[in-house]
């Protein structure tokens, strides 16, 4: 039986792919900061769940070692832990920017620096990395989060580059805006400003919808079977990314006004 490690699984996206997976004989621990939503999630799902906090390296390490030595491989290891922060980028402290970096981008390290070893020892796995569609895109009002995804993207990619040659596979997961409790709690436990407040109000006014959680999971669990480099949803999200790629001058333009429509300035 394959094996599957999803980090933030208790809610959102990582819970959606963690009862995907579930559904197609994948064996899934489930990790989360959050005990009682995790212990919650893994009894709903019939899934195993272990306290992570992905700022611990040791801690993450710790849990990859455990669930490979108990289960005898690794095949997928999803670093979809995350935390939404926005704001004026004025207005936001050093505490914004460093625990956004620290969750977001030194949470995915954490996860890569310690199955990336693992699997290229056993020849094969995947390594599925959450970003968002602001690690391809010009995304204001969020710079911690749009700075944190566009690194995890630069990191996937070439990571995919150079893990093929011992038989891992790394997707990078691009998604617009899903309809997930990150929304409802930007900033948490940071100051917070009318932008988080609004949160999802704003993506609502951005995307038209919001796209559903399951319909993702669907999305991202088909572009790893692919072994799709890019995972980007829903069509809205796809069409933004290729804008931007084809026209990044007017892809600014657009930014700039999508800031003056949600400072009403």
């Known amino acids: 039986m394959k094996v599957a490690l999803v980090t933030g699984g208790a809610s959102g996206i990582g819970r959606a792919v963690a009862r995907e997976l579930r559904r197609r004989g994948v064996a899934v621990v489930i990790a989360d900061v959050d005990d009682k939503a995790g212990e919650q999630a893994a009894a709903d799902l019939g899934l195993e769940f272990a306290r992570l906090d992905v700022t611990d390296a040791e801690a993450v390490t710790a849990l990859v070692t455990r669930v490979r030595a108990e289960r005898g491989r690794l095949d997928f290891m999803f670093n979809n832990a995350g935390i ?30 310690a199955a990336y070893p693992v699997m290229a020892d ?41 893990a093929a040659a011992y038989g891992v596979r790394v997707n990078v997961v691009c998604p617009g805006f899903v309809d997930t409790p990150l929304l409802d709690h930007a900033n948490p436990g940071l100051p917070q400003n009318e932008v988080a407040a609004h949160a999802r109000s704003a993506a609502v006014r951005a995307q038209g919808r919001l796209y559903p959680v399951d319909a993702l999971a669907a999305d991202v669990l088909r572009g790893v079977a692919r072994n799709k480099a890019l995972i980007v949803a829903p069509a809205s999200a796809r069409i933004a990314w290729r804008a931007a790629r084809l026209w990044p001058s007017a892809a600014v333009r657009v930014a700039g006004l999508a800031v003056g429509r949600l400072t009403k300035q």
């Open 122 to 162: 056993q020849g094969f796995g995947h390594i599925v990395n959450t970003a968002s569609l602001a690690g391809l895109v010009p995304a204001p009002l969020m710079l911690p989060y749009t700075a944190s995804k566009h690194a995890v993207v630069g990191l996937s990619l070439a990571l995919r580059a150079e």
């Open 84 to 113: 939404a922060v926005g704001g004026v980028t004025r207005e936001l402290t050093l505490d914004h920017w460093n625990r956004t970096i620290d969750v977001n981008l030194r949470g995915v390290v954490h996860g890569v620096r």
